[in-house]
């Protein structure tokens, strides 16, 4: 199950996917209303196990990243692809999902309560079915 983290003090959100890759090797985890929509950002194969992405906006390649915990809370990750990536525990509440992949990913305690793609909004317990 994610958890919430604390809103750093004076935070601003990564601008770029390199920012965000090297602040997450320092140790943040707080992401939150990330906009990484301008072009498909490459995070193939990446750890970021445990990050807050709530209320984000991000067109990406997140296929076989690790995600185990990762918060997509509120956020707007149409078009993202998740294929084999590993989201054990991750919360997709409330997120917008038109345009994603989840073929092969571990969706193991996933929570999409509140998620909707195409107006359909998912119910407790409800997991992608694309």
Same mark, same amino acid.
């Given at each position: 199950?994610? #958890?919430?983290?604390?809103r750093p003090a004076n935070y601003q959100p990564p601008q770029s996917a390199e920012d965000?890759?090297?602040r997450?090797?320092?140790?943040e985890r707080y992401f939150a209303e990330l906009e990484l929509d301008d072009s498909t950002y490459d995070f193939q194969n990446v750890i970021l196990e445990g990050a807050d992405f709530s209320r984000s906006f991000i067109? *990406?390649?997140?296929?076989?990243?690790?995600l185990? /915990?990762?918060? &997509? /809370?509120? *956020?707007?990750i149409k078009t993202c692809d998740f294929r084999n990536a590993d989201l054990a525990g991750a919360d997709f509440s409330g997120a =917008? =999902?038109?345009?994603?992949?989840? #073929?092969g990913a571990n969706l193991q305690g996933? /929570? &999409?309560?509140?998620?909707?793609?195409f107006s359909y909004t998912m119910k407790e317990n409800e997991r992608? +079915? +694309?």
């Open positions: 199950m994610t #958890e919430n983290i604390e965000l890759l090297l997450y090797s320092e140790g067109t *990406a390649d997140f296929r076989g990243a690790k185990k /915990r990762a918060a &997509f /809370r509120s *956020a707007n =917008l =999902l038109e345009g994603t992949e989840f #073929e996933a /929570r &999409f309560e509140g998620a909707s793609c992608p +079915w +694309w």
